[in-house]
């Protein structure tokens, strides 16, 4: 079974400051079927980007998601103030979806 | 834009079954594919299936044995039955849209649903 690990746990950083997260599979997984999802409290997650870089509708291009084999970044280029959330990266296979644990980002 | 609303009692005692539906405005439930999805503070995101209108399902593993899933299409909602609960299956619970096949995430979510199991 893939396990997918987030890092780092908490990111603290400013307004306007470049945030770049991290999710590593515990084996190698294709990155067509890495998606990336932004929850704010009391909402459900919204789905930012899936096939490890394609923004989904509606996502601003501030949003980027990058990588392959193990390693898998969410990059935001320039935080605003709603992007502060938490963030978890998921994959699809072996007809299972694996959910990381999550990456919280706080106002610094 | 698709709308998804979960329903169903927030309150289930040990050894019984939740059943919860989700009802969907603005699509089909005999398009996409249609999942439920559980969140709680000590196992995080954990995907509990997803279900087609061609009859297809697929359950995860840890939940197989005790899950069940049904859409109506005169209604337009599709459901989740869980059997045998217990205190380990308190959970928010969240129905949702794949994308376009199986394979690319949770395109559309609804607000979600508090079950708690207790006596």
């Known amino acids: 079974e893939i396990v997918l690990t987030q890092s780092p746990g908490t990111l603290s950083l400013s307004p306007g400051e470049r945030a770049t997260l991290s999710c590593r599979a515990s084996q190698s997984v294709s990155n067509y079927y890495l998606a990336w999802y932004q929850q704010k409290p009391g909402q459900a997650p919204r789905l930012l980007i899936y096939a490890a870089s394609s923004r989904a509708t509606g996502i601003p291009d501030r949003f980027s998601g990058s990588g392959s084999g193990t390693d898998f970044t969410l990059t935001i280029s320039r935080l605003e103030p709603e992007d502060f959330a938490v963030y978890y990266c998921q994959w699809y296979g072996s007809s299972l979806y694996t959910f990381g644990q999550g990456t919280k980002l706080e106002i610094k | 834009q698709v709308q998804l609303q979960e329903s169903g009692p927030g309150l289930v005692k040990p050894s019984e079954t939740l059943s919860l539906t989700c009802t969907v405005s603005n699509d089909s439930v005999s398009n996409y594919y249609w999942s439920w999805i559980r969140q709680s503070p000590g196992k995080g995101l954990e995907w509990i299936g997803y279900?087609?209108?061609?009859?297809?399902?697929?359950?995860n593993p840890s939940l197989k044995s005790r899950v069940n899933m049904s859409l109506d299409t005169s209604k337009n909602q599709f459901s989740l039955n869980l059997r045998s609960v217990t205190v380990a299956d308190t959970a928010l619970y969240y129905c949702?849209?794949?994308?376009?096949?199986?394979?690319f995430g949770f395109g559309h979510w609804g607000q979600g649903t508090l079950v708690t199991v207790s006596s």
């Open positions: 279900i087609h209108i061609s009859g297809n399902t697929n359950y």
């Open positions: 949702a849209r794949l994308l376009p096949g199986v394979r």
